[in-house]
């Protein structure tokens, strides 16, 4: 595994690259993780298929944007401006077509790449699907602006937030693998702020349905849809309506929660992609 940064006029996007593969497949980690998220497969045959692009997203680790103000942050990135961001990077690495996998939080990225730039795609793999159905804790605080003015007071104080979220949990919005991972990410002004930009700084990715499932069906993007059968913020009845107008859609369900990257996970999806 290697360490790389790519630089455009916005951002400073650090980058690993892993696997020795022909085809290149670029990874969106989960909330709070980092670009090694899926460095489990090196090890595997999958890395001999696949060369990894494991990106670290905006607000997490090493990627910096260049503007990081409140203003900047409540701007946004539109669908248009992360494509651009794509293709300016596969252009730096010399990649003409591409995989994309996204765990959590990670698969709005890769939802939207693949609504705007599906003609690049052979593989699109979306693992505890947030694209589908982020939930209306998440949809609240980025879409709405009496949400996002309550999240915005909310990360200046550790002590408020906590209780929103014990409060989401007596709720059944977060279960206790979610709960707890969130918790652990407050445990800083700074660590505070980056959750708050993370959600409203990507509240243009909600994923347009109609767009994605015509972007897969046109074409014919092999697509993965994984669900743990014990994850409560993402469960499989989620994808029942909209994985049923995809053509080539294949489900897995794993015997896990929430947090589901490890060594069964990636034999499940070695058996579908090898």
Do not use: W
């Amino acid at each position: 595994m290697t360490q790389h940064t790519f630089i455009n006029d916005f951002v400073s996007l650090h980058y690993y690259k892993f696997g020795t593969g022909p085809q290149p497949m670029l990874c969106f980690h989960g909330y709070g993780m980092h670009g090694k998220q899926f460095k489990i497969f090196e090890p595997e045959s999958l890395a001999s298929k696949y060369s990894f692009y494991g990106f670290d997203l905006f607000f997490h680790k090493q990627t910096k944007l260049k503007d990081q103000s409140l203003a900047a942050i409540k701007k946004g990135i539109s669908k248009k401006e992360l494509a651009k961001l794509i293709l300016d990077f596969c252009k730096h690495e010399h990649i003409e077509r591409f995989s994309v996998i996204g765990y959590s939080m990670g698969t709005h990225y890769a939802t939207v790449v693949a609504e705007e730039l599906a003609a690049m795609i052979d593989e699109y793999i979306i693992v505890a699907p947030a694209s589908i159905n982020a939930g209306a804790l998440v949809r609240y605080f980025s879409k709405k602006k009496t949400g996002n003015k309550i999240l915005e007071k909310l990360i200046l104080s550790e002590k408020a937030l906590t209780r929103t979220l014990k409060f989401g949990k007596t709720l059944r919005l977060l279960d206790n693998v979610g709960y707890n991972i969130l918790c652990k990410e407050f445990g800083t002004e700074e660590l505070r702020f980056n959750f708050y930009a993370s959600f409203v700084y990507l509240r243009f990715f909600e994923t347009d349905e109609q767009r994605l499932i015509k972007a897969l069906n046109e074409h014919n993007i092999k697509s993965v849809f994984i669900f743990g059968k014990r994850d409560a913020m993402y469960p499989p009845k989620i994808g029942n309506a909209f994985i049923a107008k995809i053509k080539q859609a294949e489900v897995i369900i794993l015997d896990e929660d929430h947090e589901m990257i490890n060594q069964n996970f990636v034999s499940q999806l070695s058996a579908v992609l090898l």
